[in-house]
């Protein structure tokens, strides 16, 4: 079983990018769920979401306390919030950052990840560039695709024209496109 977090803001669409890379999995015939958890329901409030891919049936249904993959849609909350709990040491991490990471001040994080491990992509700017607004939620699932293998992109393009239509999901197909392409190993 892979498991996933996304730690994000209220209005980055976390919960929405945990829906989307639920539905690639399910396109590519696995089973998969997505859990929203939320706090305060606030615009700019820390939110998480989970999600769990698999080739069995997923029974659990609690948060995922021991992801392989981190996403982390706003660097902020690396000093707000404990993201890096539970995180293995041989698990992967996705930053949306145009940052270097000795900006970040996570030194001690990394210092534990296989340096192959960690990925940035400036989610945020490719949101900005493309949409208009920034979410980068779907830039990040495009990042997602290049570092994990578990997912194919074209499996998330669909699952963002499964949710958006017309102009929105074309946009946010093209930042999907464009983060999976820019993904760097850190």
Same mark, same amino acid.
């Given at each position: ?98 940052? /270097?990471?000795? /900006? ?10 296989? /340096? ?37 992109? /074209? ?32």
């Amino acid at each position: 079983m892979f498991q996933v977090r996304i730690h994000g803001r209220g209005g980055q669409g976390v919960v929405t990018a945990a829906e989307m890379l639920s539905i690639a999995a399910f396109d590519e015939g696995k089973h998969a769920q997505a859990i929203p958890s939320f706090g305060s329901e606030r615009m700019g409030a820390p939110v998480v979401a989970y999600v769990r891919i698999d080739d069995d049936p997923i029974e659990l249904t609690e948060p995922v306390l021991q992801p392989d993959l981190l996403i982390v849609q706003d660097p902020t909350l690396f000093h707000a919030v404990d993201v890096f709990s539970g995180l293995a040491d041989d698990g992967f991490l996705l930053i949306n950052t145009a940052r /270097e990471l000795p /900006e970040l001040h996570i030194d001690e994080a990394l210092a534990r990840l296989p /340096e192959q491990h960690v990925y940035t992509v400036a989610a945020t700017e490719l949101a900005l560039r493309h949409l208009g607004r920034a979410t980068p939620n779907t830039a990040l699932l495009g990042a997602f695709t290049a570092l994990s293998g578990m997912l194919q992109l /074209e499996s998330v393009i669909k699952a963002i024209h499964d949710k958006f239509s017309g102009d929105v999901a074309t946009s946010n197909a093209t930042v999907a496109q464009a983060a999976h392409d820019a993904a760097h190993a850190a």
